[in-house]
């Protein structure tokens, strides 16, 4: 069974809004672990947020994460159409357990 | 720098015949892992080795086998594929294992296609 779920399976947004994605997962996590997909190719990781940590920052990207709520969020602010792609999120308690992803489409 | 690479990068196989996909990595990482991705189920691991010498199943390991060949190299083999192994697998690796860092790297993934 999938540990994190992502919420919304899809998103479509314009160009220059924020993009929300949420993820909640079952067992207690080392960490939590953001990737991207572009389309017909690997995952690539974004960020990575520790289990003591509340809310980490790269660049366009704000993830928090709510261990009492066994849930995090992916915040990109400010997208672009070359941010179309699927995002997901996957947690450590050992091995890593993907959830299934939420497709992002960013209209110019 | 390569990082990880995946061959073949497509294959069309009918039941029952097997075939080996291959892996290897060049950043010396410890732990690898065998990953299936397919349509609404997001991607759930086959097997994984956390270092050299030692080989584990995930969440769906039925009909796979794997090989940790040496440092570099992890394959994962179908001894009879069925229709139902149809996906995209892709081959991670990752620096750690067990502890709170794991930053996975990925291949582009193989095309499996069973008829």
């Known amino acids: 069974s999938q540990q994190g779920e992502e919420d919304p399976q899809a998103l479509s947004i314009q160009e220059g809004e924020n993009a929300t994605m949420n993820c909640s997962y079952k067992?207690?996590?080392?960490?939590l672990q953001w990737y991207r997909q572009n389309s017909g190719r690997g995952l690539v990781h974004l960020i990575l947020i520790r289990s003591n940590e509340r809310e980490k920052h790269s660049g366009r990207l704000r993830v928090t994460l709510d261990t009492s709520k066994k849930s995090s969020s992916l915040l990109i602010t400010a997208s672009r159409a070359a941010d179309t792609a699927s995002y997901f999120c996957a947690t450590k308690g050992g091995k890593l357990i993907f959830g299934q992803g939420t497709e992002l489409s960013v209209k110019p | 720098n390569a990082g990880v690479t995946q061959t073949p990068k497509f294959q069309v196989l009918k039941t029952g015949q097997s075939m080996t996909l291959q892996c290897a990595q060049d950043?010396?990482?410890?732990?690898m892992y065998w990953y299936r991705q397919d349509p609404g189920m997001g991607l759930r691991l086959i097997y994984y080795s956390a270092s050299e010498g030692t080989t584990d199943k995930g969440e769906v390991p039925n009909g796979y086998n794997v090989s940790r060949l040496n440092k570099r190299e992890f394959s994962l083999r179908l001894e009879s594929a069925a229709p139902s192994q149809t996906s995209v697998y892709f081959c991670?690796?990752?620096?750690?294992?067990?502890?709170?860092?794991?930053?996975?790297?990925f291949g582009e993934g193989s095309r499996l296609t069973v008829l």
């Open positions: 950043m010396n990482h410890n732990s």
């Open positions: 991670a690796s990752s620096g750690t294992w067990g502890g709170d860092t794991g930053e996975l790297f």
């Open positions: 067992t207690s996590i080392n960490n």
